[in-house]
């Protein structure tokens, strides 16, 4: 990686205290960011930003409450300056929550879900936006979506509340994209398949699912993703390399939107074959 892509640049990561979030912070470290890591956990804040360094600053708060991304905009800008950019990770599943197939989903789990992954994106971007049109300046911002959003995989991906929500964040990037473009804002979403996270803990420790990955996501070998598979992206639509990009989904599913998937046969149960 090219070690000064985001030289000076101030940017605020929303889910940046672990996960795919904070991989992402020390990639932007790496390349000469500054930036500002927000999550609910106080002591992973900063545990977060003992590990990032002294061009590092930590929020503690929860995303669905518009009050923390300004709290965490404001910080940047007293710490470091202007803002260039924000990745807004945070999210999450809504199983435990009732979230599940359409015939099975709860009130609670749609509206919860719905709260966790595309309210908080909605705030989140909203408030860069209006600090972008206040400074002038133009600015970037990436959101995180989900192959889900429009590959789905329903016998072991059923929660159609957090697949809506995800179509719904793209819905809302290309039309933030089209408006604010004469602006010189930019608004692109990243969109993974499975990767190795906590968040995806249930999964990956499932035989059946991890079988079922080995031929969805066929390129290297196989594999379930990771954290640093997606890093690269994010610097890139956070830097100038990308300044003609808007409105864009980037999927880093290691191939899994174009392939069949297989499942376990009923030989591979008897025989305990993976």
Same mark, same amino acid.
């Given at each position: ?9 101030? &940017?605020? &990561?929303? %889910? ?34 003992? +590990? $990032? ?27 470091? /300056? ?8 945070? /999210?999450?599943?809504?199983?435990? $929550?009732?979230?599940?197939? $359409? ?20 705030? =989140?971007?909203?408030? @860069? &936006?209006?600090?972008?049109? *206040?400074?002038?300046? %133009? ?24 697949? !809506?929500?995800? @179509? @719904?964040?793209? /819905?809302? @990037? ?28 249930? +999964? ?20 379930? %993703? ?16 990308? *300044?003609?990009?808007? %409105?864009?989904? $980037? ?18 149960? +008897? !025989?305990? =074959?993976?």
């Amino acid at each position: 990686m090219n070690t000064d892509r985001l030289q000076g640049k101030v &940017i605020v &990561i929303v %889910g940046g205290t672990a996960g795919l979030g904070l991989s992402a912070a020390h990639a932007c470290v790496r390349a000469g960011a500054h930036v500002v890591v927000v999550g609910r956990d106080d002591s992973k804040c900063t545990a977060a930003v003992t +590990a $990032l360094g002294s061009c590092a600053r930590g929020v503690e708060g929860d995303a669905r409450n518009p009050q923390t991304v300004d709290r965490a905009i404001r910080t940047a800008l007293t710490e470091f /300056g202007p803002l260039d950019g924000l990745y807004h990770v945070a /999210g999450g599943s809504g199983r435990r $929550l009732g979230d599940g197939p $359409l015939d099975q989903l709860s009130d609670q789990g749609w509206d919860q879900t719905l709260r966790l992954n595309l309210d908080s994106v909605f705030y =989140s971007n909203r408030a @860069a &936006i209006q600090q972008f049109l *206040r400074q002038g300046s %133009g600015g970037s911002v990436v959101n995180m979506a989900s192959v889900l959003a429009d590959s789905p995989s329903p016998r072991f991906f059923a929660t159609h509340a957090y697949a !809506t929500s995800k @179509a @719904a964040t793209i /819905g809302m @990037a290309r039309a933030a994209a089209a408006h604010y473009a004469p602006q010189n804002i930019r608004v692109n979403v990243i969109a993974p398949a499975l990767v190795d996270t906590p968040m995806a803990r249930r +999964a990956s420790n499932d035989p059946d699912i991890r079988h079922y990955v080995a031929s969805k996501q066929p390129l290297d070998g196989g594999r379930i %993703g990771l954290p640093a598979d997606v890093d690269e992206a994010v610097v890139y639509f956070l830097s100038d390399d990308s *300044r003609f990009v808007t %409105g864009q989904v $980037l999927r880093i599913d290691g191939g899994w939107s174009l392939t069949d998937g297989q499942y376990r046969t009923p030989a591979d149960e +008897a !025989t305990g =074959s993976t």
